[in-house]
């Protein structure tokens, strides 16, 4: 079933459990997550980033997923990952998404809360959930320019306070696109926003967390972790493996079977560190 993130993020954040919001790029992921979603009897979130809304327009993203999504018993939450501008989110929204992320963590404060403020507007007319992000996770890319901004605890307050957001996203260690599993979190910091906000919270660039940190996460107020690059590195080598074992290879059904078991099996061991 279709749904919005809210109920879902509400019930992790008080549960040590939280829920891991995938980027997918295609039917094989989507279809990866949803199936071990089904297995666990977990919700799924399947996100889609600013590389793949390039890639693919929104309108179709939202007919894919939206329609594997109404295909199944478990929550299924459609999300804009990292939407930029308040028509990104529109388009999104008017497309069938049930979740946008309003990204304005590059903007000063005052003017991230205004723009914030715009998105929740629109989106809770349409029941659509919103999460937004406060302080900035920087990325372990040099071609991406961002800077990276630990989040302020009294700043956290004051914007989920005066945005009426569903999630807040918050730097408190991670960074995102690390291939390794070596984010430093500031468990101090996270449990002083904790105490200020009833915001269930998000983590971005949580590949780089240790399956201890996000097992220790899911017992926190933190109700989503955003995993992406494993899920790329998992698909993507085991691609290379595939087509390097045979040179004749040309068909791409034959050739993505194992990548997506690869993934498949990163997305159950992430749902399970994560408490499901
Ligand atoms: O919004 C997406 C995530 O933050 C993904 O981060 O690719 O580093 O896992 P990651
Ligand atoms: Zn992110």
């Not at 749904?3 to 992790?12: H, L």
């Not at 399956?211 to 590195?233: F, H």
Request: proline content about 3%; charged content about 25%; hydrophobic content about 45%.
């Amino acid at each position: 079933m279709l749904v919005n993130m809210v109920k879902m993020m509400k019930e992790a954040a008080v549960a040590d459990k939280a829920v891991p919001g995938f980027n997918v790029y295609g039917y094989e992921d989507a279809k990866m997550v949803i199936e071990v979603a089904e297995a666990l009897n977990a919700p799924a979130i399947l996100m889609t980033n600013k590389d793949a809304v390039a890639h693919m327009d929104v309108k179709y993203q939202a007919a894919l997923y939206g329609a594997m999504g109404e295909d199944t018993d478990i929550p299924v939450c459609v999300h804009l990952d990292h939407g930029k501008d308040y028509a990104l989110c529109a388009k999104a929204i008017c497309a069938g998404y049930t979740s946008v992320m309003y990204d304005g963590s590059g903007l000063p404060l005052e003017e991230n809360i205004r723009q914030t403020q715009e998105v929740v507007r629109l989106a809770h007319a349409c029941a659509i959930s919103v999460e937004a992000e406060i302080g900035c996770v920087g990325y372990n890319d040099p071609s991406i320019h961002a800077i990276a901004m630990y989040t302020d605890p009294a700043e956290a307050k004051q914007f989920a306070e005066e945005t009426g957001v569903d999630a807040l996203a918050v730097a408190v260690g991670t960074l995102h696109r690390m291939q390794v599993q070596d984010a430093k979190i500031q468990y101090e910091r996270l449990e002083q926003i904790q105490e200020l906000t009833d915001v269930p919270l998000v983590i971005h660039g949580s590949t780089g967390l240790t399956d201890d940190d996000l097992t220790k996460l899911a017992a926190t107020s933190v109700a989503k972790v955003n995993i992406g690059t494993a899920l790329r590195m998992a698909f993507g080598h085991t691609l290379r493996e595939e087509i390097m074992a045979d040179s004749q290879a040309f068909d791409r059904i034959k050739c993505f079977k194992r990548p997506m078991e690869a993934i498949k099996e990163v997305i159950h061991q992430k749902y399970k560190r994560l408490g499901w």
